[in-house]
């Protein structure tokens, strides 16, 4: 069962840019789809982007389309969250999460496996 640890969060002015990256310690980490999901204060957490194990398709919440950019390396067992445009309401708790499957090429809005979360903060 792979085990996930997130990185790369930190604090930033509106209209700046981050990359999240989330390691995951299993060696079937390319039979895994992963996905990030946020928690803002006081809000419950919400789906925020989806990468399916081929890395061929891609899925995004509306609120983050076009500034969000999901990918995953699978020979480094690693996914990535590059956030552009970053504004306020992207600030919260960012958790990547893992649900394995046999199926190349589709997303999930559910999953499994949870990190514990890297903060992300966006000051106006």
């Known amino acids: 069962q792979a085990q996930l640890v997130e990185s790369g969060g930190g604090w930033v002015q509106a209209g700046g840019s981050l990359r999240l990256s989330c390691a995951a310690s299993?060696?079937?980490?390319?039979?895994?789809?992963m996905g990030w999901f946020r928690r803002a204060p006081r809000k419950e957490r919400e789906f925020v982007a989806a990468i399916s194990v081929s890395g061929d398709y891609s899925d995004y919440a509306d609120s983050v389309k076009g500034r969000f950019t999901i990918s995953r390396d699978n020979a480094k067992n690693t996914v990535y969250l590059q956030m552009d445009s970053l504004n306020p309401e992207d600030t919260g708790v960012y958790y990547c999460a893992a649900k394995f499957t046999l199926i190349r090429d589709s997303v999930f809005r559910e999953y499994e496996l949870w990190g514990q979360g890297t903060q992300v903060t966006v000051s106006s």
């Open positions: 299993d060696r079937a980490f390319s039979n895994y789809g």
